[in-house]
């Protein structure tokens, strides 16, 4: 079992920035994929961004150029850096992680989830 928690989530204004945080509770070794995942109200669970085993990025076309995700083995840390956020980035952020190098898009596909931390950009 894993669990994972969220941080960094604000109210910012549009053109800021926040940096969100994802704290493992065990080693986040390059079997597993983590990713970040957002849902707005009313709207899905969306894609946003994801690391594979072997630290490939991958993000959505809506935050690439944006959007930075990393991780940090050595801390069993996830991070996602957001700049130039604009007010269709709100939503609830949630961080996952998937048994698993590879990365997928499709939420059903990881196997554990964060609680979220809410970003709200303002106009």
């Known amino acids: 079992q894993v669990q994972l928690v969220e941080s960094g989530g604000g109210l910012v204004q549009a053109g800021g920035s926040l940096r969100l945080s994802c704290a493992a509770s065990?080693?986040?070794?390059?079997?597993?994929?983590m990713g970040w995942f957002r849902q707005a109200p009313g709207k899905g669970r969306e894609f946003v961004a994801a690391?594979?085993?072997?630290?490939?990025?991958y993000y959505a076309d809506s935050v690439k150029g944006r959007f930075t995700i990393s991780r940090d083995n050595t801390e069993n840390t996830l991070y996602l850096q957001m700049n130039s956020l604009k007010p269709e980035d709100t939503a609830v952020y949630y961080c996952?992680?998937?048994?698993?190098?590879?990365?997928?898009?499709?939420?059903?596909?990881?196997?554990?989830w964060g609680q979220g931390t809410q970003v709200t950009v303002s106009s």
């Open positions: 065990r080693r986040t070794t390059s079997t597993y994929a």
């Open positions: 690391v594979s085993g072997g630290s490939a990025t």
């Open positions: 996952a992680l998937r048994v698993g190098s590879v990365v997928v898009t499709t939420p059903t596909l990881y196997n554990y």
